[in-house]
Nanobody, 123 residues
Framework: VQLQASGGGLVQAGGSLRLSCAAS????????MGWFRQAPGKERRFVASITWSRGVTDYDDFVKGRFTISRDHDLNMVYLQMDNLKPEDTAVYLC?????????????????WGKGTQVTVSS
């Protein structure tokens, strides 16, 4: 399994970015696709997840109403649309996947991780 995140960059507060995650190497039917973020010196934190088959979504409270996760079956892509960005959103964003039975917000439940993409929000 390979996951490749892209789309990060530098943006001013209030701006938008769309992250992409290209997934390959297996069928993801039944899998969760997740976005996490990690700021320097801090733990990896759940951002959002989506079930590959049914498209059921879940969000961290801090990003609800501002971020939207989606997936494209034909292209094997997962997206994270980030609007109204805040300086506190600055972090490396990583995509991950796994067969989640328990908490989809727990990074330990994900089996595969891609390299991250840096998002920097200036005030």
């Amino acid at each position: 399994v390979q996951l490749q995140a892209s789309g990060g960059g530098l943006v001013q507060a209030g701006g938008s970015l769309r992250l992409s995650c290209a997934a390959s190497g297996r069928s993801f039917s039944g899998y969760h696709m997740g976005w996490f973020r990690q700021a320097p010196g801090k733990e990896r934190r759940f951002v959002a997840s989506i079930t590959w088959s049914r498209g059921v979504t879940d969000y961290d409270d801090f990003v609800k109403g501002r971020f939207t996760i989606s997936r494209d079956h034909d292209l094997n892509m997962v997206y994270l649309q980030m609007d109204n960005l805040k300086p506190e959103d600055t972090a490396v964003y990583l995509c991950a996947t796994g067969l989640i039975i328990g908490d989809q917000g727990d990074p330990r439940n994900y089996d595969y991780w891609g390299k991250g993409t840096q998002v920097t929000v200036s005030s």
